[in-house]
């Protein structure tokens, strides 16, 4: 399609991963003088590591008492664990014993989650994958690769010259490790499930640069979006299956999460991981409106901390609480004119209060708001009156105010 699939073409043709094992995870402190060298600039080839072979891995020090507080595992199951690191993505997937960990959250949860996996008895982690460089994902990285056996890195196709990410590929290079683009739509064999990763070619932006992973368990299939939006959706929609149980890509903002993937998905569970009161106003109230019109049960880390789902291979359950459509409590739709919004990450203009502040418009009769005053959707009436959300008492805003 362009040259950086050439590229990746190219690559692809030959490369093996390196997969490599070190000492298991330790929680003890280390200095952390990670060099500041110059610009690290990451070579990243494509990997076709058959993890087909490894079908028989047993991680054999994999002590039943880690895992004491699941009463109701039982063999075969597979562990989704989200990790609650706030408006950032960490997640544990446990095929008994074999552990796959994506992304780490922020640079500040990187002890969090290593506590985590270690309360977990997760020593050895076969596959790491980094979705995309945003800090939110990429943060916690260097120290789960400094303070666990890693086997594989995967790493999304693109370039990031930011200081999180040199750490994260610093700590691979460290170990020797070599991060890898995994192959498109090739299986990763877990114990008793296996991944597939898409959007292996990049995107227009680093969010859209997330890899996207869909494990799949017996009839259980799970997917994980990291930050990928809309454009993303759009490009692998086709290869979409119906799954049971769908992490929200970009923390549930309005970017992401089209009707479009929702009907080809259709998910049973929508997981969002979003930080209570987060300045972005995750999870946007589109979405939420689209998840609660078609019935689907939401579960976040906002309202119930740490999220925990067990595959049986013949279905999915959890003990975790259940979430509520209601939005970030900063949302608003001021965002999607923001560009800095875009990345995320750079210190964009949050909102000083609740979108209750704002003025919106209505009409006596009118089923909706409108958030300006000059929609063609008002245009024609006379008495246009306004206020705050509140004020209007109308469910819900304009889809022409909303698309524009
Ligand atoms: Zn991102
Ligand atoms: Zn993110």
């Known amino acids: 399609m362009n040259l950086r699939s050439k590229f990746i073409g190219i690559i692809l043709a030959g490369i093996l991963s390196i997969s490599m094992t070190f000492t298991g995870c330790s929680s003890n402190t280390t200095d952390e003088n990670s060099s500041n060298n110059s610009s690290t600039s990451t070579s990243i080839s ?3 590591s058959d993890a087909s ?4 891995d047993t991680t054999e020090d994999q002590s039943d008492k880690s895992r004491s507080n699941n009463d109701t595992l039982s063999d075969g199951d597979v562990q989704i664990h989200f990790i609650d690191t706030g408006n950032s993505d960490a997640i544990l997937i446990d095929d008994g014993g074999v552990a796959m960990l994506i992304d780490a959250g922020d640079n500040d ?3 969090a989650v290593v506590n985590y996996l270690n309360g977990r008895g997760v020593k050895d982690i076969k596959y790491l994958v980094s979705t995309h460089a ?3 994902h990429a943060g916690g990285l260097d120290e789960v690769v400094k303070k666990c056996k890693v086997e594989n890195a995967f790493v999304s196709n693109g370039d990031a010259d930011t200081r999180t990410y040199r750490d ?3 700590a691979l290079s460290d170990k020797g490790l070599n991060p890898t683009v995994p192959l498109e739509g090739k299986k990763f064999k877990l114990k008793n499930s296996y991944f597939e990763v898409f959007n292996t070619n990049g995107g227009s932006t680093t969010n859209n640069e997330s890899l996207v992973v869909l494990l799949t368990h017996g009839k259980d299939k799970m997917l994980f979006m990291g930050d990928a939006e809309e454009e993303v959706e759009y490009e692998i929609l086709n290869k ?4 049971d149980l769908l992490k929200v890509g970009h923390h549930g903002s309005h970017s992401s999460t089209t009707d479009a993937f929702l009907d080809k998905t259709k998910p049973e569970y929508a997981v969002i991981l979003c930080g209570r009161n987060n300045k972005y106003g995750h999870p946007h109230r589109e979405t939420m409106r689209k998840l609660k019109d078609r019935g689907i049960d939401v579960y976040r880390t906002d309202e119930s901390g740490d999220l925990l789902f067990t595959s049986s291979g013949n279905g999915i359950k959890t003990n975790s609480k259940k979430g509520d459509y209601n939005s970030g409590s900063n ?4 965002y999607s004119s923001d560009p800095s919004y875009e990345s995320g990450y750079s210190e964009s203009n949050s909102s000083d209060g609740s979108d209750n502040l704002k003025t919106v418009y209505w009409t006596k009769n009118g089923k909706v708001y409108h958030k300006y005053r000059d929609c063609s959707g008002l245009r024609k009436s006379k008495s246009v009156l306004s206020g705050t959300i509140s004020d209007s008492g ?3 805003l304009c889809k022409i105010c909303e698309g524009r």
């Open 46 to 48: 494509s990997s076709d």
């Open 53 to 56: 072979n490894s079908a028989s």
């Open 109 to 111: 949860d990187e002890r």
């Open 134 to 136: 945003h800090a939110d």
């Open 168 to 170: 994260f590929i610093m």
């Open 240 to 243: 979409m299956p119906d799954v």
């Open 331 to 334: 949302s608003t739709d001021e």
């Open 394 to 396: 109308k469910p819900r």
